[in-house]
């Protein structure tokens, strides 16, 4: 300070004991410091955000990648049928003395139907043809309506637990039961008592939550790549059953096993009715099975895919299994039923796309227990 | 240097008002007339939280934030439009006595409340941090086990980590945040404001700004927010500078590292406090420094009569207040309140189930979830839009979605072969399309056109189905090829017993683009018989109308 301080700028400076703390440059030390960690912090913040520039802008229209589905499909012995027919007689609801027992034993012949199909078409290896020791197994049942399983709109709850106990049977490590409904999921799984049937036999219950849902490749002629589906069940399975009732359906006449995964789309899966026919073809290409089965005990003859009436269900008695969803279509539109078999476009694109084949009578066996 | 200071003022304030006034189809070309938004810092963070990316140009705002961390806060009173008006509205309208200026720019509590305001924002901002921590450990399990990886040993352990980590942000980003601070930002406020406020006003008094007026929507609000802010500067000099502005919140957390700061020489300093006369950001020159709030305005150096301040390169750690004066409860409280409010007003239906119909986008927008994470609301799209149809909505999008740009058909309609709103869009809100993009031409053939919505008749008010009288004004402007509307001739016998030919008009899904130039040509002007709803609009998958346009390659590319 080379000017003279006025008295208050002495006073100041005596106070300071006689040093002006001002007057000391920065030490070597401050400068390292201070200057080499802003200088650090100005690096770290331009490196941090060149990193995750988007240059082309295109960051927020760039799609999830898609998953895709297995293949859960096995090999079967081509010496043994591939679709088989097995009927039987319902238990004679007089011979029980509760609505339970006889529940019990309409579960008991369902399991016993399913074991002599898989037997038939498993040859020596019978059931461990498809389920193996440690599989986790999805079941995909149809329980789109909250309706009471005997109006036939949904897949009848002991089937399912007969398939459930079927696979523990067969040494499976976890058995999923899932479905996206149309109406709401907490109603149907309990109006059908499908979700109880499943739980009872030791199955998850799996309910469709918005995290469940993932976009997953189709790359078919109706979904020409992608389309959000309830993929959460699947992402550790190894084998896939699906079990639907036999249908009469307002728009595409009859809906069987192959229209049963319309239940894994997720929304906007309303649109799809503006080309029916294309998207159920879409299915075949999009999921293959472990085998699946039409229960046709009790058939939904006319007004559905929703039906509510009794009288539009019939006594069909008869439980179809195999591992080719066109077969087992067709076979129970024929003669479950009662419909032209040239009336259900859907069948007709898929075995024109060689996605599926028609039922032969030399593949098929009919069994009766 | 204040001198220096005044004239860097006067180049940006007048910068930015240049590039304000010639966004406007016939002067636009190629100049960059959003760079102040690209420039300012808090658009940078706030949409690198939102969207874990630097869209395009925000880069800018790495410049400013490295200019702060070295300089200190030079950006509020240098470069700031905002900042610079606030300075000028105060020195106009001062009539304090040098005595009552010193008094009214000591530092006070009130200007803590930036920074909470700040807290809250960021903390609507980064919501998905939660989800996104929670499921990092299950992605990376899933990707060290997945048979995409190659490495082995301890090289695949740390590429699992870097796999399971980016998979666990990818996931977790989609409706877990939002993005508000363009509510209070002040390139955007000012824009906004000048845009649907300011300049139309100025053209009722020079008619030299459009062609012809304009009118914004509810805009009376913005403009009056806009006023108050700046005669608050009358009250206390720089009230938005200081106490409400989220970016010089910001920037003072930044000024932290600041190498350059004023510094108070001891035995000079005779206490006198005139260096409160003219400071800017009420830092407390005449103590300590409060680092933060100091907008480096330069006036304290000139105003001190001892020459005991200066502009110093590393000053004395022990004389500085270094951080912001905040209190870790109600910073708590502010974040706390970001947290629990976005979940409230996301989920209040607007955006996914009860979806507003009068929501209909410029072309070119992302998905409504990503839109609300990127739209600052700077209303610059609204700014460029030759036709007056892009106006700032209240809360059609829900509570978020106030002050962004929705179209009101009545009062203009989407050029066909204009796409001018995706290309001043700052953060890529509206992602910029090219005209062949728009149109579905060229390379986009196999896409088809981008659609914004579509078009409906309400026929109990439509000339011809209703009041037997010939019109079709709508097939006549609709301007794609072939037309979106075509008409049944029909012959009916009028009311007097004479023979009528109509033409009746009818909506071909397929085609139309919901540009609404149908609804806007309707003479049936109170309440158009035409008019355009946002179903049918391919930016989103779930709004979709018709299979066939849902399912084409482009269509996949949306945001989840």
């Known amino acids: 300070m080379s000017e003279k301080l006025t008295r208050t700028q002495v006073k100041n400076l005596e106070r ?15 400068f390292i410091t201070q200057a080499g960690g802003t200088g650090l912090v100005v690096g770290g913040a331009l ?22 589905l297995k293949d859960y499909s096995v090999a079967l012995n081509p010496s043994k049928p591939n679709l088989v027919v097995v009927r039987s007689s319902p238990p004679n609801a007089d011979n029980f003395s509760s609505r339970e027992e006889e529940l019990q034993a309409r579960e008991e012949q369902a399991f016993k139907m399913i074991h002599a199909a898989l037997n038939a078409m498993g040859g020596d290896q019978g059931i461990a043809q498809f389920i193996t020791k440690g599989d986790v197994v999805v079941v995909k049942p149809n329980v789109a309506f909250d309706k009471n399983p005997d109006l036939a709109a949904t897949t009848q709850p002991d089937t399912v637990s007969a398939v459930v106990k079927l696979c523990f049977g067969a040494g499976a490590r976890k058995v999923i039961v899932a479905d996206n409904p149309i109406n709401n999921p907490e109603s149907c799984f309990f109006k059908t008592k499908v979700g109880e049937a499943a739980i009872r036999a030791g199955a998850e219950l799996m309910m469709p939550q918005d995290s469940y849902f993932e976009q997953l490749y189709v790359g078919g002629e109706t979904i020409t790549h992608t389309w959000r589906m309830f993929y959460r069940p699947f992402r550790e399975a190894t084998k896939v059953i699906g079990i639907s009732p036999v249908k009469d359906h307002n728009l595409c006449k009859a809906t069987v096993t192959m229209k049963n995964w319309y239940g894994l789309l997720g929304n906007p899966r309303n649109q799809f009715h503006q080309n029916i026919h294309g998207i159920i073809s879409d299915f075949a290409l999009m999921m293959k099975p472990t085998f699946v089965i039409a229960d046709g005990r009790k058939l939904l003859m006319r ?38 078999r040239h009336e259900i476009i859907y069948l007709d694109k898929v075995i024109q796309r060689g996605l599926g084949k028609d039922w032969r009578p030399q593949w098929t066996q009919e069994l009766t227990v | 240097m ?29 100049w960059p007339v959003s760079i102040f938004l690209e420039a300012t810092p808090l658009v940078a963070v706030s949409t690198a939280l939102t969207t874990h990316t630097l869209y395009r140009n925000l880069v800018w705002g790495l410049v400013i934030i490295a200019i702060t961390m070295m300089l200190g806060r ?33 530092y006070r509590k009130i200007y803590a409340l930036k920074y909470y305001i700040l807290a809250a924002m960021l903390a609507m901002a980064s919501l998905w941090i939660v989800p996104a921590t929670l499921s990092t450990p299950g992605k990376i399990h899933e990707a060290y086990q997945s048979k995409e990886l190659t490495q082995t040993g301890a090289s695949r352990v740390f590429a699992a980590i870097g796999t399971g980590v980016g998979n666990a942000l990818e996931e977790s980003k989609a409706g877990n945040s939002t993005l508000q601070i363009g509510l209070l930002d002040p ?41 108050g802010l700046l005669v608050a500067n009358w009250w206390i000099p720089r009230f938005f500078c200081r106490a409400l502005c989220p ?44 680092k933060s709030e100091c907008f480096v305005c330069l006036n304290c150096i000139e105003d001190c009569p001892h020459d005991a301040l200066s502009y110093r390169f590393l000053p004395r750690k022990a004389s500085e207040v270094t951080y912001p004066a905040v209190g870790r409860r109600q910073l708590m409280m502010a974040g706390l309140f970001g947290v629990l409010f976005f979940p409230m007003a996301r989920l209040s239906g607007g955006v996914k189930k009860n979806f507003n119909r009068a929501v209909i986008r410029p072309p070119g927008s992302v998905a409504e979830d990503e839109f609300l994470r990127r739209c600052i609301k700077c209303d610059q799209c609204i700014r460029v839009c030759p036709t007056n149809v892009l106006q700032p909505s209240m809360f059609e999008g829900g509570v978020e979605g106030l002050w962004t740009p929705i179209m009101i058909s009545k009062m203009g309609w989407c050029e066909l072969n204009c796409t001018l709103c995706s290309q001043v869009c700052p953060t890529g809100a509206i992602r910029e399309i090219s005209i062949a993009e728009k149109l579905g031409v060229g390379p986009f053939e196999t896409h088809g056109p981008i659609k914004t919505g579509t078009a409906f008749y309400n026929r109990g008010r439509c000339l011809p189905w209703a009041m037997d009288t010939d019109c079709v004004v709508c097939e006549e402007v609709c301007p794609v090829s072939p037309k979106a509307i075509f008409t049944r001739n029909v012959e009916l016998t009028d009311r007097w017993g004479g023979k009528l030919e109509l033409k009746r008009p009818f909506i071909d899904p397929d085609r139309c683009i919901g540009c609404g130039i149908c609804e806007h040509e309707c003479p049936v002007k109170d309440d158009p018989a035409v008019y355009v709803t946002a179903i049918g609009e391919t930016r989103d998958k779930s709004r979709s109308l018709l ?14």
Request: hydrophobic share 40%.
């Open chain 2, 74 to 106: 030079v950006w509020c009173n240098w470069m700031c439009p905002f900042g610079i008006l606030h300075h000028i509205f105060g020195v106009i309208g001062n009539r304090r006595n040098t005595k009552q200026m010193i008094e009214v720019n000591r």
């Open chain 1, 303 to 340: 007004n559905g895919p929703t039906g509510g009436s009794l009288n539009d269900v019939k006594r069909g008695d008869t439980i179809v299994v195999g591992t080719d969803c066109t077969a087992v279509d067709s076979w129970c539109v024929k003669n479950l039923l009662d419909k032209q």
């Open chain 1, 16 to 30: 300071l004991g006689g040093v002006n703390p001002a007057d000391e440059s920065f030490s070597r030390r401050q």
């Open chain 2, 247 to 290: 970016l010089g919140a910001l920037l003072g957390v930044f000024s932290r590292f600041s190498l350059w700061r004023i510094d108070r020489d001891p035995v000079r300093c005779t206490d006198c406090d005139l260096c409160l006369k003219s400071c800017e950001g009420a830092s407390d020159p005449h103590t300590d420094l409060r």
């Open chain 2, 547 to 560: 299979l066939s346009l849902v399912e084409d390659d482009a269509q996949d590319l949306i945001s989840v």
């Open chain 1, 47 to 68: 490196a941090a955000g060149m990193l995750v520039r988007d240059r082309w802008g295109m960051e927020g229209v760039k799609p999830p990648p898609p998953v895709r």
């Open chain 2, 187 to 227: 390139i955007a406020l000012t824009v906004r404001s000048m845009t649907t406020s300011v300049l139309p006003t100025a053209q009722k008094a020079t008619e030299s700004i459009y062609t012809e007026p304009r009118e914004y929507w509810q805009a009376w609000i913005v403009g009056l927010i806009f006023i």
């Open chain 2, 2 to 30: 204040v001198k220096i200071r005044r004239a860097y003022e006067a180049l940006f304030l007048g910068l930015f008002l240049f590039f304000l006034l010639i966004t406007d189809l016939r002067y636009l070309k190629g």
